[in-house]
């Protein structure tokens, strides 16, 4: 069974540090996905990662995937408050998402 | 383009009831797959449809139904609605997946509540 788990659950920084968010996942995948959910609100795609390190970047969040590891990061530049939300990784596997159980992310000024 | 939506936003029920929720997938995507979001978890997988047939199904009991049309719009249908059942339902749609960057896109959810 495809086990999907995050960590930390629960985050609180301050405006311009960095930090990471880990997702780890039990048996091999073709994609690892990265979605963003504010409070009360749908889930927005933020990355798709295919391959083994594989690497994008948007803003001052930056994804990477380790396929050998079973291992994908998050990783935040500089917070600001604006970055503020849950952050989900979801796995692939025979074309349904498997989630993890979200990092609750809370940046304060 | 008005990209995924769903009806109701919000709905309240009673234990044993039916319920239908709806979906109309992004422009130019002919898969649909529904999740449910309990509060304070991650979704989880229900079904997917793709051609007007079930072509995954998560670990939900078959009280759980659903539907596709040929305009590719789907329907999730519970029945004998628990408590349980309370969350947000949540609908994505993408194009059938191949080896390519592609990523299912969500609709903003319908809100369950079981009384």
């Known amino acids: 069974e495809l086990k999907v788990e995050q960590n930390p659950l629960f985050l609180s920084m301050q405006e311009g540090k960095n930090y990471t968010i880990y997702c780890n996942y039990s048996?091999?995948?073709?994609?690892l996905y990265w979605y963003r959910q504010d409070p009360g609100k749908s889930l927005e795609s933020l990355f798709v990662l295919l391959s083994n390190g594989a690497v994008k970047q948007e803003g001052r969040l930056m994804a990477s995937l380790d396929t050998k590891a079973r291992l994908s990061t998050l990783h935040i530049t500089a917070a600001v408050h604006d970055l503020s939300a849950t952050y989900f990784c979801?796995?692939?596997?025979?074309?349904?998402?498997?989630w993890g159980a979200g990092t609750k992310l809370i940046i304060k000024p | 383009d008005a990209g995924v939506t769903q009806s109701p936003t919000h709905l309240i029920k009673t234990r044993g009831q039916q319920v239908t929720l709806r979906c109309s997938p992004k422009?130019?995507?002919?898969?649909v797959s529904w999740y449910q979001q309990a509060l304070g978890q991650g979704p989880q997988f229900i079904f997917q449809?793709?051609?007007?047939?079930?072509?995954q199904r998560g670990n939900f009991p078959d009280r759980f139904s659903g539907h596709q049309f040929p305009n590719y719009s789907s329907e999730l249908n519970v029945n004998a609605l628990l408590l349980g059942d309370s969350a947000l339902y949540l609908c994505a749609s993408s194009r059938l997946w191949v080896a390519t960057q592609e990523t299912q896109y969500f609709g903003p959810g319908t809100r369950l509540l079981v009384l």
């Open positions: 048996t091999t995948s073709d994609r």
């Open positions: 449809y793709y051609e007007e047939e079930e072509r």
């Open positions: 422009s130019g995507h002919d898969t």
């Open positions: 979801a796995v692939d596997r025979n074309y349904q998402l498997i």
